[in-house]
Nanobody, 114 residues
Framework: DVQLQASGGGLVQPGGSLRLSCAAS??????IAWFRQAPGKEREGVAC????????YYADSVKGRFTISSDNAKNTVYLQMNSLKPEDTAVYYC?????????WGQGTLVTVSS
């Protein structure tokens, strides 16, 4: 099966950290992106990585706070989220390709609240 499995969401206080994981199976050598969708808002791209070359992209809203990385041996992409803000609250999805994704994983909910 070709699929993405996202995990790692949860409840965290403002200023806290979480690490999301996206495990890919059935394929490799594709860019993997994280998107998020907050209540009442459109889905937006957060970060993307091309594991084969190590290039990364970040949305301005998360630059300096989020880090995307990959473990090619495990076929897993991570999103380390630091200094979380209430406005980071959203369902986070991983997807294949930085734009016009061709495969989506299920979402994982991140709630930033005191």
């Amino acid at each position: 099966d070709v699929q993405l499995q996202a995990s790692g969401g949860g409840l965290v206080q403002p200023g806290g950290s979480l690490r999301l994981s996206c495990a890919a199976s059935g394929f490799d050598d594709y860019a993997i992106a994280w998107f998020r969708q907050a209540p009442g808002k459109e889905r937006e791209g957060v970060a993307c990585i091309n594991p084969s070359v190590g290039s990364t992209y970040y949305a301005d809203s998360v630059k300096g706070r989020f880090t995307i990385s990959s473990d090619n041996a495990k076929n897993t992409v991570y999103l380390q989220m630091n200094s979380l803000k209430p406005e980071d609250t959203a369902v986070y999805y991983c997807a294949v390709r930085c734009s016009s994704p061709i495969l989506w994983g299920q979402g994982t909910l991140v709630t930033v609240s005191s």
